[in-house]
C-alpha cells in the first residue's frame, strides 16, 4: 500500500469533512489543501478524484450506505459520515483497490480523525457494504482464508 496514496485519503478525508460543513465549492477546497499542502507528499490526481467522487455520487453512496447503519445517514457524526462516503467510493468506483485495503484505510482513518470507538463502526458497516458491493472478490478471499 502506498504512503502517497494514504496520504491522499487522509488530506481527503479532511476536505471531505470541510465540504460537508461548508458546502464550499469542491475546487475551491482543493485549491486550499494545495496550497496548504506539500503535494510532492501525496498522490494529488487521487486526492482529487476522492472529494469530487464522494460529491458527484453523494445520492449514491448514501443509498450503499443506509441499509447498513444504525440511524438516518444526516445523524451521523460528521467525520465517520465523511469517512464511510470515502470508504463506499473506494468500494464502488476503484475496483483495483482490494476491498480490504479500502477497510483497513478507511479504519485507520477513523483512528485518527473519529470518536474513541468509531473505527469498530466504520469497519463493521464497510465489510456489509463489500460483502454487497464486492460480492466475488469477498467471496473469493474467504475460501483462500
Not at 473506494?90 to 480523525?113: Q, S
Amino acid at each position: 500500500m502506498s504512503r502517497k496514496r494514504s496520504r491522499a485519503r487522509h488530506h481527503a478525508v479532511q476536505a471531505v469533512y470541510q465540504w460537508q460543513l461548508t458546502g464550499h465549492d469542491v475546487g475551491e477546497i482543493v485549491s486550499q489543501f494545495l496550497a496548504s499542502q506539500d503535494p510532492k507528499t501525496f498522490e494529488v490526481e487521487y486526492f482529487r478524484e476522492l472529494l469530487r467522487g464522494v460529491a458527484m455520487n453523494l445520492g449514491r453512496l448514501d443509498g450503499w450506505i443506509a441499509p447498513h447503519i444504525d440511524r438516518p445517514i444526516e445523524q451521523l457524526d460528521l467525520v465517520e459520515r465523511a469517512i464511510l462516503r470515502l470508504g463506499a467510493y473506494e468500494l464502488g468506483f476503484r475496483p483495483e483497490v482490494p476491498y480490504r485495503v479500502a477497510i483497513n484505510e478507511a479504519v485507520e482513518l477513523a483512528k485518527t480523525f473519529g470518536a474513541e470507538e468509531g473505527h469498530k463502526y466504520v469497519n463493521g458497516v464497510l465489510d456489509k457494504l463489500a460483502r454487497e458491493l464486492r460480492s466475488a472478490e469477498f467471496g473469493a478471499s474467504r475460501l483462500r482464508s
